[in-house]
C-alpha cells in the first residue's frame, strides 16, 4: 500500500514539475509578445500544447490512484489526512508545493492572456481602420464558389 502513496507523492511531484514548466513558458509568451515576435510565440504555443498533452498523461494516473487509495472526491487539501501517519508530513508539503505552484502559474497565465487579448483587439481595430471587417467576412482570397471564380492566371486548359 506504501507503493500507492508513494506513487501519489511522484504524481504530486510531477504535476508541480509540470507547473513550474508552464510558467516558464508563460514568462517567454509574455516576452515574446510584448516584442512582437510572432515567430517565438508560436513555438512557444505548440511547447504549451505538448505540456498539455502530457498534463493528460498525468490526469490518467490521478485518476487510476485516487480509487486505489480511497481518496477519490478528497480535496486536495484533505489528502494528505489520508496518508499513513509517517508519510503526512511529506504529503503535506508536496501538497503545499503544488498549491503554491499553481498560484504562481495562475498570475503568470491571466498576465500574459490579457496582454495577448489587447494586441488582438489592436490588430481588429488596424483591420477596421483599413476597411477590412475583423470577423472574416470579406478579404482576399477566394470566396464561395458561387460567388467569385479564380482569377484567369490561375485557370488551366485541360484540352491541351
Do not use: C, W
Not at 490512484?65 to 501517519?85: E, S, Y
Not at 500574459?112 to 490588430?123: C, P, S, W
Not at 458561387?146 to 484567369?152: D, K, L, Y
Amino acid at each position: 500500500m506504501d507503493e500507492l502513496y508513494r506513487s501519489y507523492l511522484n504524481f504530486l511531484r510531477s504535476m508541480t514539475r509540470g507547473l513550474e514548466s508552464l510558467s516558464a513558458l508563460n514568462e517567454k509568451k509574455l516576452a515574446a509578445a510584448q516584442s512582437d515576435d510572432l515567430m517565438v510565440l508560436n513555438e512557444l504555443l505548440n511547447q504549451e500544447q505538448a505540456q498539455a498533452l502530457n498534463f493528460r498523461g498525468l490526469e490518467l494516473t490521478r485518476d487510476k490512484l485516487l480509487p486505489q487509495l480511497g481518496l477519490a472526491g478528497v480535496p486536495m487539501n484533505r489528502v494528505p489526512d489520508h496518508f499513513p501517519p509517517a508519510m503526512r508530513e511529506e504529503a503535506r508539503q508536496a501538497v503545499e508545493e503544488l498549491r503554491s505552484r499553481y498560484v504562481d502559474y495562475r498570475k503568470a497565465s491571466v498576465k500574459t492572456r490579457n496582454l495577448l487579448e489587447q494586441n488582438l483587439r489592436e490588430v481588429d481595430g488596424i483591420i477596421a481602420q483599413l476597411g477590412g471587417s475583423p470577423t472574416g467576412e470579406s478579404g482576399p482570397g477566394y470566396g464561395r464558389e458561387a460567388e467569385s471564380a479564380p482569377p484567369p492566371s490561375m485557370k488551366t486548359d485541360f484540352r491541351a
